[in-house]
């Protein structure tokens, strides 16, 4: 654990995000194409932040969560593009007088809201912990790199508004926490990530459950396919660089869906030696999706983002195109240039 991490404190939220999520009455909330446990849970949160002041939020995700994180909207206030035909970006945008947008502020990750929010006269809000992000696009950005997660930001949203988390937002925000720190295993986890979970457990959290829903409620399908998976895992670049391919072939033989692949890339993080894990997913023809891993002192985003993705130093991933075989050799190459000079990218 770099001492960066652990002495991360959160940096100040400008006065006047504070005060255009004040002074609003229609905000609309987004955030980033394929929504994870942080995305949903830190909107949501957010939601009834703005509804608990007496606003008429909305929230909408571009894709749905996978199935087993629904849990944390718990009123199902968040509205799913690619589920429902009748949701118009535009429309959206038009019937808003402020964005919100959390755990992304790279405005490509806005998928399908993009063209919409760009377009937008309105002003626009972000909260967000990635490295890469267009800091004018919003009128008021606080994004902190360094923070575990976009949830404990929201957490210091709620101190700063007065207002107390219910139990109910105190676990989306733990679920937020957990999911983006591997349940407090990564090197994320420091301080700050603690602390917080303490508090949204004094709120009313219990993890025991929580833990039983997220990480253990596999089906045995999904199973089969990891052990596929693991058998195919290489070892390479003596013994620093390991990766599998999960290809739609498997996927379908073993009838698991995309979001069943959630949690892959760590359970082949767990080999002595290696600096960089990664997971390669055909998610169509000659198109793969990539989650890099960085074990070491190497950052994997300088790889994501040499191939126009993103993320953190330690986790990052983006979406390549081309036959198998040259994806991974593209993979392997950006791996040996790093591996052989760090300071080309140091997590
Ligand atoms: P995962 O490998 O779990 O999908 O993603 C790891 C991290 O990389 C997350 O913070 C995620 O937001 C980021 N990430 C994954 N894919 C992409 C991508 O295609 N573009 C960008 N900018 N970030 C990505
Ligand atoms: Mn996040």
Redesign the pocket.
């Known amino acids: 654990m770099s001492a960066a991490q652990f002495s991360w404190s959160p940096g100040k939220i400008p006065a006047e995000l504070i005060e255009a999520l004040s002074a609003c009455k229609n905000p609309l909330i987004l955030s ?1 194409v ?1 929504p ?1 446990g942080d995305a949903l849970g830190s909107a949501v949160s957010m939601h009834r932040l703005l509804q608990g002041l007496g606003k008429a939020p909305r929230t909408v995700m571009t894709h749905p969560v996978p199935e087993k994180l629904n849990f944390i909207d718990h009123d199902g206030v968040a509205e799913f593009l690619t589920e429902n035909p009748h949701l118009n970006p535009e429309d959206l945008v038009a019937e808003a007088d402020l964005i919100v947008v959390v ?2 502020s ?1 405005p ?2 806005l998928g399908l809201m993009e063209p919409a929010v760009s377009a937008a006269s309105i002003p626009k809000v972000c909260i967000d912990h ?1 490295l ?1 992000g267009a800091f004018s696009f919003f009128s008021s950005i606080w994004c902190e790199p360094d923070s575990p997660a976009t949830g404990n930001l929201i957490l210091e949203v709620f101190n700063e508004m007065g207002v107390e988390p219910d139990t109910n937002t105190a676990e989306s925000l733990f679920v937020a926490l957990a999911t ?1 720190t591997g349940w407090f295993r990564h090197s994320n986890a420091g301080y700050m990530a603690y602390q917080c979970a303490a508090r949204l457990v004094k709120l009313g959290v219990e993890p025991d459950p929580v833990y039983n829903r997220i990480f253990q409620s596999f089906s045995h399908e999904r199973t089969m396919a990891l052990g596929d998976l693991l058998n195919r895992s290489t070892l390479c670049l003596e013994g620093k660089v390991l990766y599998s391919v999960f290809t739609e072939e498997i996927r379908s033989k073993r009838g698991v869906s995309m979001e069943d692949l ?1 949690g892959f ?1 760590d359970s082949l993080g767990q080999v002595k030696g290696t600096e960089i894990v990664f ?1 390669v997913v055909e998610v169509g023809p000659m198109r793969f ?5 960085s074990r070491g002192d190497v950052s994997v ?1 300088a790889i ?2 040499r191939f ?5 130093a330690k ?5 390549i195109e081309g036959a198998e075989e040259e994806v991974i050799s593209k993979l392997l190459e950006a791996c040996t240039d790093l591996l052989g000079d760090p300071a080309k990218g140091r997590a």
């Open positions: 980033h394929y994870d755990d992304t790279a490509d990750r990635h890469e983006d959630d890339v997971l999706k990539v989650s890099l891993r985003h994501a983002s126009g993705g993103g993320g953190h986790a990052a991933g983006c979406r």
